[in-house]
């Protein structure tokens, strides 16, 4: 059984590591959006892994606080990309 | 250019009251487990700038009336000041005091002047990085 979560969190870190070379080198904008979402739901994956490994229930709450940041920068950076602005003075205009 | 935005406000409107609770959860686990008031008080202006993103600087205003520089000198305020008491009762500075209380709902619970503490550093993080980010997002 812990040998299946080594393997589980190496193959969780090796997608890191493609989704950093995505958002190095994504064509576009969104693509690099995608990504570093994707690499939030990645670390919240492998502090999952981490906690069975450690056996330990401490890390829930990393857990929540990294899936609240992330989903927070990634609604930030979609309305920067579909307005050009992030935080509006007045909106009715 | 008008957008259609229900989707983000109505999820923002939900979104915010969970973000605000594990932020209070925090802010009480952090004496004998990870948290404390710096994390809470960052989760907390995490949930006005989604309120912010969601609405627009002068509708926040209007839901949070507050002054948020006030804020911090509250919480710099309450926090010096309960590391100032420990000087009044001959202890060193920043000495902290705690007993085993028997509240009514919570049964028996020890209660320290730390937490005062805490609340004060929760303060002074909310109002500081409120105000920081209505300083970079006002002027459009």
Same mark, same amino acid.
């Given at each position: *059984? ?12 090796? %997608? ?11 064509? %576009?904008?969104?693509?690099?959006? $995608? ?6 739901? *990645? ?7 981490? %906690? ?7 890390? *829930?709450? $990393? ?5 609240? *940041? ?24 | !250019? ?26 009480? +686990? ?16 995490? +949930? ?6 969601? =609405? ?22 309450? +926090? ?16 902290? +005091? =705690? ?15 730390? !937490? ?15 105000? !920081? ?8």
């Amino acid at each position: *059984m812990t040998t299946f979560i080594w393997v589980c969190l190496i193959l969780v870190i090796l %997608s890191i590591v493609g989704l950093l070379y995505r958002v190095y080198r994504g064509p %576009s904008v969104p693509d690099r959006l $995608v990504a570093l979402d994707a690499i939030g739901v *990645m670390l919240i994956s492998a502090i999952a892994l981490l %906690s069975i490994l450690f056996d330990t229930g401490f890390f *829930m709450e $990393v857990i929540l606080l990294i899936a609240i *940041m992330s989903f927070i920068g990634t609604v930030s950076f979609s309305k920067f990309i579909e307005k050009g602005e992030i935080i509006e003075r007045d909106r009715t205009s | !250019m008008k957008t259609n935005d229900v989707i983000l406000q109505t999820t923002t409107k939900l979104v915010f009251f969970i973000i605000f609770l594990f932020s209070i959860h925090i802010f009480f +686990a952090g004496h004998y487990t990870p948290g404390g008031g710096f994390v809470g008080g960052l989760l907390t202006t995490g +949930a006005i700038v989604l309120l912010l993103l969601a =609405f627009d600087l002068k509708t926040v205003q209007k839901a949070l009336p507050f002054n948020f520089t006030i804020v911090t000198g509250i919480g710099l305020l309450l +926090a010096l000041g309960t590391a100032a008491g420990s000087i009044f009762f001959n202890v060193p500075f920043f000495t902290h +005091a =705690f007993d085993d209380f028997t509240l009514p709902l919570f049964g028996t619970t020890s209660l320290h002047t730390a !937490m005062i503490f805490d609340a004060g550093v929760y303060l002074v993080v909310v109002g500081a990085a409120v105000t !920081m980010i209505q300083t970079i997002g006002g002027d459009a």
